[in-house]
């Protein structure tokens, strides 16, 4: 992985450095290197016990904003293999491919679109000033074959953006769904990228995970629903995040441009690294489905009902990644809180509380009580239906909480003597540690109110 060096952010809060969310990722449970008992995979990882759950509950909530909640977006999940012409239609057999260039002295490989402006013209490695050898190009596609006979096989890739399914569908979804324009399609799923430089733990990995809305509508209205989009999406980062302003806009200058777009915008979020794309806005006019139309033969204009109108519909994207979303969350709510009275650290992760892995740990004050032990145990066995739920008696309760504030458990219910006595339990808020004390019966509707997006 990269060796960055530890910058300020804007606000004095320090960055976190990623080698810290790597730590913790690894000794919790949250990401393993893939196949490391054989030295591992470059940009391939592995989700663990809490990671998964951090990620379906990430997919989920996406899932619920965008499609749940909207009467005109549907969703679909395509496969990974898919006709290989549908890689010619979308251009990126052809055009899908990094320029690299190494450094003949330190050998440092570069991508030529991230280097500085100076260092392309002068023929200088940002890194050691040393001379960069003569570009070379790669596609990022990755292959595969379909069948088995040797001569009958026959290429294909591995899909290298999950959002060309929804255009493949899009005929098949407004002839079975009765979707009428305006309306939008939705797809989480997995794409691969041979990324010659993969790097930053899961920030660049070859398979990773993608979150697309495509999104058609009559050409008239196309600026009117690019803006709705973009502030949608802006406004569900923004309501995710504590450090709000390392999130903005970055409209792309008109050299990135593609010749469709009158414009695209990359939501960025800043980090140890800077400023880095985590979802892109893009406007892509007939493009997709003029060119799927033009290489299957099959018409995939659309009819309005009402008008008569026969039209290729324009498409607003909004593209992003599981997998950047679980980096950046992570990294947003990291915190090393120096402890008042100056012993250890407490490190938590102020994760919001819907997306939390956990929502909520029960612990009895001692484990040698049989009572507050099975009073707990049957808390928890209640919750469990209800929400992630971890029992736990090991070690002392401030040690117990501070293994849940390391994983961002937003709230601790303690069964104590009391408890014995009136029912009541004692919860506790992970950031600002506060108790309430309140009774067993009120307990699933206080935390569900606080854990679930509604
Ligand atoms: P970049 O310029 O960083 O290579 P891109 O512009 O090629 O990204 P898109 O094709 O627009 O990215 O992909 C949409 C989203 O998918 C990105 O905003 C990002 O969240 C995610 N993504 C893209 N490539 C990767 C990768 N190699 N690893 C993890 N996530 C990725």
Redesign the pocket.
Known sequence: MTQVENKQATNDTPFVPIEKIVALCKRRGFVYPNSEIYGGVA?IYDFGPLGVELRNNIRRFWWWSMVQMHDNVVGIEGAIITHPRVWEASGHVENFVDRLVDCKNCKRRFRIDHLPEENVIQNKCPNCGGELMEPRTFNLLMETYLGVVEGERMKTYLRG?ASQNIYLDFDNVVKSSRMQIPFGICQIGK?F?N?VN?GNF?????E???WDLQFFVHPSEMQQWFDFWKEKRFEWYKGLINHKERLHFRAHGPDELAHYAKQAY?IEYKTILGW?????I?WRQDWDLSRHSEYSGQDLSYVDQNTKERYIPWIVET???V???FLNLLIDAYEEEPDPTGKEARTVLRLHPTIAPVKVAVLPLQKNKEELVTTAKDIHKKLQRLMVSQYDDVANIGRRYRRQDEIGTPYCVTVDFQTLDDRTVTVRERDQMTQVRISIDELPLYLLERVTWH
């Open positions: 940009g953006e794409a990228r990324e993969p899961l920030f660049r990995q070859r990773f995970e993608q990359d880095q794309e985590w979802e892109g893009h593209s992003g990644g997998d950047r979303t």
